[in-house]
């Protein structure tokens, strides 16, 4: 794994989270309880904060990014991440805001200052574009992605579920 700092500024790792040794994590990165990094994973924290909250699991091949303060975007932009949040393999999440209790689908793309509320899912593949804000409880899909449809019940209840396995799961690889 390759943990390092960028300008005098080291990730803060939870030490009950996982980190797989195949991921890099770079910079000003916060990296709350019982969440978990997967193979393949980068999260640079070179040029603003990321911070994933607690029990949050980024999986396989994700790449989590900021952007710079500069004359096209002033202040820059950070990466928030709440908790309880699954980010399936393969998506990118750029400078945006995940809420609480979402769910992003594997090969999904979510770009500078999009807002994704608490509860909400973004289906596989989809294309969130910048400053788009997704409302909780709803399905999100396409590209660029669309309102599809109220959340079941099944699917909220899935939204938890997930967290807590990924806990479980990160759990037995740090026992080894």
Not at 65 to 73: C, G, K, L, M, R
Not at 167 to 172: M, Q
Request: include cysteine; charged fraction near 20%.
């Amino acid at each position: 794994m390759s943990i390092r700092a960028f300008k005098g500024i080291s990730p803060k790792i939870d030490k009950s989270a996982y980190i797989d040794e195949d991921c890099s994590i770079i910079g000003d990165v916060i990296i709350g309880k019982d969440s978990s990094v997967w193979p393949m994973t980068a999260i640079r924290g070179d040029v603003h904060k990321i911070t994933i909250g607690d029990r949050t699991n980024i999986q396989d091949g994700s790449i989590l990014h900021v952007t710079a303060d500069n004359e096209f975007n002033p202040g820059g932009a950070p990466l928030t991440i709440g908790d309880d949040v699954t980010v399936g393999h393969g998506a990118i999440l750029h400078a945006c805001t995940v809420g609480n209790f979402c769910l992003i689908g594997m090969g999904a793309t979510v770009l500078d200052r999009a807002v994704i509320e608490d509860g909400a899912m973004v289906a596989a593949g989809s294309l969130v574009s910048p400053g788009k804000v997704l409302e909780s409880g709803y399905l999100w899909l396409g590209s660029p992605v669309r309102r599809a449809r109220a959340l079941t019940e099944e699917e909220k209840n899935y939204l938890r579920f997930s967290s807590k396995h990924y806990v479980h799961l990160k759990n037995e690889y740090m026992e080894g």
